[in-house]
């Protein structure tokens, strides 16, 4: 098989040396329309590379210094040439007669006062709309140039006011320092008095102590009398109950002998006893406690002198107060009014342009357009090398013949494909080159990286083909659909305009391509200037695909080897 | 050539299709096809469009593979010989089969690469094949300039140059001028006479009358003869039969005293008569008893019975169409 390999492999060359319609449309023409592509689409991306510049036409009614300034960038814009017109009519005629000069920009009077008074004055700009996209490229230009020069204005006022904000803190902590001042001698006079009004209290409490205590002293001597008045009574009262008691005990036992008399008698009495009449009661004697009591001595209660309260004087003296104090001063505190930065007034939010990636945010024109249409020709190319010299060589009979002369089906197509497939590379490799020298195209950070997307997409390419020239299956019909096919393809995919352009649902059917991918990985290397490896998932998930269209393109290949 | 010599003495025949069945789709293509070829014998494979002639050889050239049937190659059973049978092979197709952006030599060099030559015996055998057919003056001249008779002449050097033991030629002639016509006669003699086995594809009686060692007739996907041309000429039975245009008709029965004379059709208003004899000597007697009878032959044709006679009589069928299309299988 490796034979067969080899002989197709060679032979596709030789075809290929001797076929120049082919080489035509394999070298020139991608280089050719990608030139034209990108010299006249360039406007999408905003960038003019190297053509005349466009023409705006200024009427200016202000005359104020920012009208001025505005028009002097303008000026300084090399893709932009200032023509300055006296009116409006003329600013018309301008547009229409002159090539290259799609719009009019009108700065109203009173634009640079509004601009100072702080309004938002607004220029007006005439376009044509059939010019609508070069119109929007100078818009695209005008804008940074307007927010540049009010950016600047509002940065000279802002100077300004931190200046008079500077001013203002310096006196507002002169006026922080006098208040601090007159709250520290209102501090000290507090003091003086708290001391006078100690004093005084002091004084006041020691004469109160010293009347109390006479007092006392006078209530003492009192008791002391009244005291031995009573324990001299009570004396007296106490020998009498002694004498009561002796008494009552001495009665107590002349009853016991009364009864033991009475007992005897009866005795005695015999059988009169019954008419003897019985003694008389003896009263109920006092308890023995009580008599008991009689002879204790009387307690006489010990009234100190302490107790005494006293009497009220009817003297009411005037809750002294424990400290003087003054009412506090509301002085406030300066220092925390945030005067140590002035304030700013916000500025004019605005933008400048940054790549993603290490690129440049300014897309050169050919870095979309050289690899767009590099990958549409090789599809086009891989559909008449592949597609149509399948069929072509079917109906010549030299498949047929080759095949009888013992070189395996297999042999013959793995010959074919790799030989286009190297082509394709090489297709590439060569447009890249001539765009590079040409056209400055970037060739990202590592130019070898290219190789990735575009082996991927060549496989995918040749593989399609294969594909194509089975479902076609005669040359009458492999242009047509295979052209479709490729020009669909590469339009969805994204080789004609950003894949950003396209309707969702278009975008979700894009996935499916090769192109996309292909496209995603070189706008990856050329444009945002990624590493090499950012590019490795796209790239393999175009090859792939393209591993699909092989294998429905082996197993539909009988197609191509049936006799007719 | 000295190998090609030894076969042209092996009994073993260079090509053996045996039982050969093919259908495409549910049309029978071929039914039992059996044939023969031998060392240094040209085989004539005859029969009218479509009758299966290319299915056949697309068969041997292992292009298509049969239903049902074997073939063997110079001994080689070619569904298991792959690669091998490239040398062994050499195939002419119907079509012009040839790059027609290439130079003559580099279409000769890549066959006979193809066919197994390394780069340099290609280009030393492929110089000859070219001397062969007479083009090595325009060698290095792309196809597309050379006139139609060229391009066959091409195509069959580019079957031949590696030198193959069998050759399969189908349609070899179709377009050609008659001077490209002989020379491609003369070389495949040369070539069958150096030992190789021809197959030769085709739809005119005349070349295979000429040219063929033997010839298989095929009609509708069946071998209907197969045998020398003289053989299969006697298998359709007819004799030789003379046209006659006269200035008056005879009577009926105006040959019956003749021997093996007989009157096959007239013409009533054309006053012409169809007779069919035996032997030719009896064209004079039959000449001068129409005079006798009165009537004057004006002019008269000679049909000797050939191939076409002999396939009309195997199949009912002309063995060309109406139409006189190039061929087709």
């Not at chain 1, 210094?65 to 300084?76: D, V």
């Not at chain 1, 009866?266 to 009263?283: C, E, F, M, V, Y």
């Not at chain 2, 590696?162 to 003699?189: A, N």
Request: proline fraction near 6%.
């Amino acid at each position: 098989m490796l034979r067969a390999v080899w002989l197709i492999f060679q032979n596709e060359y030789r075809l290929l040396l001797r076929d120049r319609a082919a080489l035509f449309m394999l070298l020139l023409a991608p280089i050719v329309i990608s030139a034209v592509a990108g010299f006249s689409l360039g406007n999408i991306y905003g960038t003019q590379p190297g053509s005349e510049p466009y023409r705006v036409v200024i009427l200016n009614s202000d005359r104020g210094w920012l009208a001025r300034r505005i028009i002097e960038a303008l000026g300084h814009d090399r893709s932009l040439k200032v023509i300055e017109a006296g009116d409006i009519s003329e600013a018309r005629t301008l547009i229409a007669t002159r090539s290259r000069t799609p719009m009019a920009i009108e700065i109203p009077p009173n634009t640079t006062h509004d601009f100072e008074a702080g309004a938002n004055p607004k220029l007006s700009i005439y376009i044509d709309p059939v010019k609508r996209l070069e119109a929007s490229s100078i818009e695209q230009a005008i804008d940074p140039i307007l927010r540049e020069i009010t950016a600047a204005a509002n940065d000279r006022t802002r100077i300004a006011i931190a200046q008079q904000s500077s001013d203002l803190k310096a006196r507002l902590t002169r006026a922080a320092a006098e208040i601090a001042q007159a709250k520290s001698d209102l501090e000290r006079s507090q003091a003086a008095l708290q001391r006078t009004l100690t004093a005084s209290q002091s004084d006041l409490e020691a004469q109160i102590g010293e009347m109390s205590r006479s007092i006392i002293r006078a209530v003492d001597r009192s008791i002391d009398g009244l005291r031995t008045s009573v324990a001299r009574d009570v004396s007296a009262r106490q020998q009498a109950l002694v004498a009561v008691r002796a008494y009552l005990i001495e009665l107590e036992s002349s009853r016991s002998e009364f009864e033991k008399w009475i007992t005897q008698l009866k005795t005695l009495a015999g059988s009169r006893a019954d008419q003897i009449p019985p003694p008389p009661k003896w009263p109920t004697p006092p308890t023995q406690e009580q008599i008991d009591l009689l002879s204790q001595p009387i307690a006489i209660p010990d009234i100190p002198a302490s107790h005494i309260v006293a009497p009220d004087n009817d003297v009411h003296l005037p809750e002294v107060p424990k400290e003087a104090k003054l009412p506090q001063l509301a002085i406030p505190d300066l220092s925390g009014l945030g005067i140590s930065q002035p304030a700013r007034i916000p500025g004019v939010v605005g933008w400048t342009e940054h790549s993603l990636g290490s690129g440049s945010p300014r897309v050169n024109t050919f870095d979309q357009y050289v690899p767009g249409f590099g990958v549409t020709f090789l599809l086009v190319d891989m559909l008449w090398g592949v597609a149509v010299g399948l069929i072509d060589e079917r109906d010549w009979g030299t498949l047929a013949r080759l095949r009888a002369s013992g070189l395996s089906t297999s042999g013959l197509l793995i010959g074919k494909l790799m030989a286009r497939f190297l082509i394709g590379l090489v297709q590439l490799m060569i447009l890249f080159a001539v765009a590079w020298a040409m056209f400055n195209l970037s060739l990202g950070r590592t130019s070898w990286a290219l190789l990735m997307p575009a082996a991927a997409i060549s496989f995918a390419a040749a593989a399609f083909s294969l594909l194509i020239a089975c479902v076609a299956n005669s040359r009458d019909a492999v242009l047509p659909i295979g052209a479709m096919a490729a020009l669909a393809m590469s339009a969805i995919g994204g080789c004609w305009w950003p894949l950003d352009f396209e309707p969702q649902w278009m975008r979700a059917i894009a996935l499916a391509m090769p192109t996309t991918w292909t496209m995603r990985a070189f706008n990856d290397l050329l444009i945002r200037g990624l590493e090499p490896a950012a590019v490795v998932h796209s790239s393999a998930i175009a090859a792939g695909l393209g591993l699909l269209f092989l294998v429905a393109g082996v197993a539909a290949s009988s197609r191509i080897y049936r006799q007719r | 050539m000295d190998s090609r010599i030894d076969h042209v003495k092996s009994s073993q025949p260079l090509i053996e299709a045996v039982g050969l069945q093919k259908s495409l789709g549910s049309r029978p293509v071929l039914i039992d096809v059996t044939l023969t070829v031998n060392a240094g014998e040209i085989v004539g494979l005859l029969g009218p469009n479509g009758a299966g002639k290319t299915t056949t050889l697309s068969i041997l050239a292992a292009l298509l593979e049969p239903d049902a049937g074997s073939v063997r190659i110079a001994g080689l059973n070619i569904g298991q010989c792959g690669a091998r049978l490239g040398p062994l092979l050499g195939f002419l197709p119907q079509s012009l089969a040839l790059y027609p952006s290439l130079s003559s030599h580099q279409n000769v060099h890549l066959f006979a690469r193809a066919s197994g030559l390394s780069s340099k015996d290609a280009a030393t055998q492929g110089a000859q094949a070219l001397e062969a057919v007479g083009l090595s003056e325009r060698k290095h001249d792309p196809v597309w300039t050379l006139s139609g008779g060229m391009k066959r002449r091409l195509n069959l050097a580019c079957a031949m140059a590696h030198h193959p033991r069998v050759l399969l030629l189908d349609e070899p002639t179709v377009g050609v001028d008659p001077q490209s016509r002989e020379s491609i006669f003369g070389l495949v003699r040369r070539l069958a006479d150096d030992g190789i086995g021809v197959l030769y594809s085709t739809h005119y009686m005349e070349e295979v009358e000429r040219m063929c060692d033997r010839a298989v007739l095929i009609d509708r996907g069946r071998v209907v003869a197969d045998g020398t041309v003289q053989q299969i000429i006697a298998l359709g039975g007819h004799r030789p039969r003379i046209a006659i245009s006269l200035d008056d008709l005879p009577p009926p029965g105006w040959c019956d005293g003749i021997t093996d004379v007989r009157e096959l059709g007239r013409s009533v208003g054309g006053n012409a008569l169809t007779v069919e004899f035996a032997n030719f000597s009896a064209i004079g007697q039959i000449l001068e008893t129409i005079e006798l009878s009165g009537c004057r032959p004006v002019s008269f044709a000679v049909h000797s019975p050939n191939l076409s006679d002999a396939f009309m009589a195997l199949t009912g069928r002309a063995l060309r169409d109406d139409s006189g299309e190039p061929p087709e299988a």
